[in-house]
């Protein structure tokens, strides 16, 4: 399959809330950031009880609202011109038997900053380079499930997921918050 899509976000009240640079009033500068993506992908039944999902993607994003400055509890917002996000998707789905399934899903995803832009004012500015990755977006993410089910209203599962460091702000300059692992059993 083949999908191509658009995108518009407007800002939210609370992204209006405060004028950059700690003057008073909304920040009725924002400008809606518009996306535009494409996926590749392809689904297929291998055997009798299993499904593979494949995708390849990229989104490409204008006017992104990211943080301005934050100072005193008062956060206000920005756009930063074009980011760009691409990655792979892989999922697995099988049915072993009757009783038990289970699930697997990995993507790598890059999302970086695709134009320089200025964060701050005055002395706390900061440059933000392009190829910068986005803050808070692991580049690694793994997710497993293997289920038991021995009936239509009863069920078991253990699952684990793992997710790569991600940089914790836009210079990419402070240390990163390290890759975790969580295991559950529901």
């Known amino acids: 399959y083949v999908s191509v899509g658009k995108g518009f976000e407007t800002p939210t009240q609370a992204e209006m809330a405060y004028a950059p640079g700690g003057s008073?009033?909304?920040?009725?500068?924002?400008?809606?950031?518009?996306?535009?993506?494409?996926?590749?992908g392809?689904?297929?039944?291998?055997?009798?009880?299993?499904?593979?999902?494949a995708a390849l993607f990229q989104i490409t994003t204008d006017?992104?609202?990211?943080?301005?400055?934050?100072?005193?509890?008062?956060?206000?917002?920005?756009?930063?011109g074009r980011t760009l996000r691409r990655g792979f998707e892989l999922g697995l789905?099988?049915?072993?038997?009757?009783?038990?399934?289970?699930?697997?899903?990995y993507t790598y995803l890059q999302a970086r900053y695709d134009r320089d832009f200025t964060s701050g004012s005055g002395?706390?500015?900061?440059?933000?380079?392009?190829?910068?990755?986005?803050?808070?977006?692991?580049?690694n993410t793994l997710f497993g499930e293997l289920k038991w089910q021995p009936a239509d209203w009863v069920s078991t599962a253990f699952e684990g997921m793992y997710r790569s460091k991600v940089f914790v702000e836009d210079t990419n300059d402070a240390k990163p918050a390290p890759s975790y692992s969580v295991f559950n059993w529901r």
């Open 42 to 53: 392809l689904k297929a039944l291998v055997g009798e009880g299993t499904r593979i999902n």
């Open 24 to 40: 008073e009033g909304f920040n009725f500068g924002l400008k809606p950031a518009t996306s535009k993506q494409v996926e590749i």
């Open 93 to 105: 789905e099988s049915q072993l038997s009757k009783q038990w399934s289970t699930q697997l899903a």
């Open 63 to 80: 006017d992104e609202l990211v943080v301005f400055e934050s100072n005193e509890g008062r956060t206000s917002y920005q756009n930063a």
């Open 123 to 139: 002395t706390s500015a900061k440059q933000i380079d392009s190829g910068n990755y986005l803050p808070g977006v692991p580049k």
